[in-house]
């Protein structure tokens, strides 16, 4: 199965700046990952699909990128509410699988 | 965010079965754009992927857990539900029903989340 490995497992910033989120798959993915936002007692959110794609409703301060095996999740500016924990998840190979998750804290 | 209704106990005796359904909201669960789905996460841990249905009965599990997982369809009850057997206190975990949309395997839609809590 493909593993995703995601990087820093923690990242303290304050509200304004800029978060960088990386997901590194054990193969390649092509273009088929989605990053996905989890607040505390809540289920999963999803943000970007396709690497790149923007779900309905999330904010332009969400953006993805990369292909591959080397994917970031980009937060312009953080907002209150985006202090949460970030998964990757791919649907290039069976079974589908996620990362361990990124934990965006307040600094 | 829940657009999904689980229901189903928060407690399983080992070596017993698992079982939740979910409700999905209005017809749905008939149509050929979705896939309908089981994913769980350990406390404090990241999600693991169960399985599928698909509403025509193809199912497709996690090798990890396919020996042990079911998944089936109703849809006179717009259902579908998730049974693992032999459970031990490994298995203790919140398990969301998901289902993806037409674009393809991402989870656009979520129930709310139930913790199973295997124990004696």
């Known amino acids: 199965e493909i593993v995703l490995t995601q990087s820093p497992a923690t990242l303290s910033l304050s509200p304004g700046e800029r978060a960088t989120l990386s997901c590194r798959a054990s193969q390649s993915v092509s273009s088929y990952l989605a990053w996905y936002q989890q607040k505390p007692g809540q289920a999963p959110r999803l943000l970007i699909y396709?690497?790149?794609s923007r779900a309905t409703g999330i904010p332009d301060r969400f953006s993805g990128s990369g292909s591959g095996t080397d994917f970031t999740l980009t937060i312009s500016s953080l907002e209150p509410e985006d202090f949460a924990v970030y998964y990757c998840q791919q649907r290039s190979n069976w079974p589908l699988t996620f990362g361990g998750g990124t934990k965006v804290e307040i600094k | 965010q829940a657009q999904l209704q689980q229901s189903g106990p928060g407690l399983v005796k080992p070596s017993q079965t698992l079982s939740l359904t979910c409700t999905v909201p209005?017809?749905?669960?008939?149509?050929?754009?979705?896939?309908w789905s089981w994913i769980r996460q350990h406390p404090g841990k990241g999600l693991e992927w169960i399985g599928y249905i698909y509403y025509s009965g193809s199912t497709y599990y996690n090798p990890s857990l396919q020996s042990r997982v079911s998944i089936s369809v109703d849809m006179s009850k717009n259902q579908f539900s998730l049974k693992l057997t032999s459970v031990t206190a490994a298995d203790t975990a919140v398990y969301y029903c998901a289902s993806t949309d037409s674009i393809g395997f991402y989870y656009f839609y979520w129930g709310q989340g139930t913790l199973v809590t295997v124990s004696s």
């Open positions: 396709d690497a790149s």
């Open positions: 209005g017809g749905s669960i008939r149509s050929g754009d979705y896939y």
